[in-house]
């Protein structure tokens, strides 16, 4: 990739955009100069240099809140970064998802992607006591076991059931979905990416 031009700013402190990787929302706006690049870049996990500090800081070393790389771009005028990163938990101080979080706003709304990191958390972790983890030490024929029998209870209540039995039967089906997916080292965005392929065609 290009190289910043850290020439731009008087401080030698360029603006940092910190984007979630998975649903593109905007988590935090900081600054890196190059020494915070570089080491984020070595590490592939967030540090930027602190103006209040004054010293360079990794976002998550006190709340373990880390910013784990997956992309980063430069603008046009390469005096701006953008970054793709996987949040552990609450990038805010405040414990909210964003920086750009208020109090009207939709901050605690809950998205299947919200669903799938946490799936991933347990199974990474072996979060002993966790229905999750404890299906995925059963096998993977347990798992794909268990997807099947959800979808059967769900086709079922989507011709004779309740709405809201067949609503309770989706989501119960949506979880193991992913939690297959996981099993099998694949997850949501690999699907994004297959479907992406067959629009194209």
Not at 25 to 35: F, S
Not at 122 to 138: P, W
Not at 183 to 197: C, F, M, P
């Amino acid at each position: 990739m290009k190289t910043p031009n850290w020439n731009k700013a008087s401080d030698g402190l360029l603006p940092v955009i910190v984007q979630d990787a998975t649903t593109s929302k905007v988590l935090m706006l900081g600054y890196m100069n190059e020494e915070a690049f570089t080491l984020s870049r070595k590490q592939n996990r967030v540090t930027f240099y602190s103006r209040s500090k004054q010293r360079l800081w990794t976002k998550g070393e006190s709340s373990n809140n880390f910013l784990d790389i997956e992309e980063i771009r430069l603008d046009c005028d390469q005096d701006a970064i953008l970054i793709k990163a996987h949040a552990h938990g609450p990038t805010c101080h405040r414990g909210e998802i964003s920086c750009f979080d208020d109090d009207n706003s939709n901050s605690q709304a809950f998205t299947v992607y919200d669903l799938e990191k946490t799936i991933h958390q347990r199974i990474d972790e072996k979060i002993e006591g966790s229905y999750t983890y404890s299906l995925v030490q059963k096998g993977i024929n347990k798992v794909a076991q268990k997807v099947g029998e959800e979808a059967v209870e769900t086709v079922i209540d989507a011709i004779n059931g309740k709405e809201e039995d067949f609503i309770y039967e989706a989501g119960d089906l949506m979880y193991h979905y992913l939690v297959l997916l996981k099993a099998k080292g694949y997850s949501l965005k690999d699907i994004e990416n297959e479907l992406a392929k067959r629009h194209k065609k």
